[in-house]
């Protein structure tokens, strides 16, 4: 069931060294590209990445939260081109959103690299970077970077109980849903 898959998938920053088949890089790679997008325009491109020495000039792409970037058996860069589409930015995210939700199916732990809006330790702009490395057309945006691999570390599922049921509202702000 869809709801026990979201329970359980959690990010994963801790890869094993063990291959990523074919069969499910191409599952991870249909998944993004059968996303739904804004009046159809599939803004994006995806970068899928399994060279190590990329891997690691990625994993210092920002200040915080990229490392484990070197550790991963493959990334998708997810980027697309605003002139296509003036909501690049949610398309892109439903499409690395499907992505992330197809590892959980096959078993591989994901995790997102945010990298609009963000700067390496030196100030940089982590989108110019990222760009550089991947040899991205200057017309490209990123949007993130997401981290995929075998999971070499466990972490407890969501509790049902637990979700933050204060946040919904029913016909208007600040009505409850009835019993």
């Given at each position: 069931m869809y709801l026990k898959m979201l329970q359980k998938r959690?990010?994963?920053?801790k890869y094993k060294d063990e291959e990523v088949n074919g069969e499910q890089i191409q599952a991870l790679?249909?998944?993004a590209l059968l996303s739904p997008s804004s009046r159809g325009q599939r803004p994006w491109q995806f970068i899928l990445i399994d060279e190590n020495n990329i891997l690691a000039e990625l994993a210092d792409a920002k200040a915080g939260g990229s490392s484990f970037l070197a550790g991963a058996e493959y990334a998708v860069?997810?980027?697309?081109?605003?002139?296509?589409?003036?909501?690049?930015?949610?398309?892109?995210s439903i499409a690395a959103t499907n992505i992330q939700m197809?590892?959980?199916?096959?078993?591989?732990?994901?995790?997102?690299?945010?990298?609009?809006?963000r700067q390496r330790q030196n100030g940089e702009d982590s989108e110019s970077y990222v760009k550089e490395i991947l040899d991205l057309p200057q017309d490209l945006r990123v949007l993130a970077i997401i981290a995929l691999g075998h999971p070499d570390e466990e972490k407890e599922d969501h509790e049902l109980d637990e979700l933050a049921y204060d946040k919904i509202h029913y016909n208007c702000y600040g009505q409850e849903i009835p019993n």
């Open positions: 959690r990010s994963i920053r790679l249909q998944a860069a997810i980027a697309a081109d605003p002139e296509v589409s003036d909501v690049w930015v949610e398309d892109c197809m590892a959980e199916d096959l078993g591989l732990g994901s995790c997102w690299v945010q990298i609009r809006r």
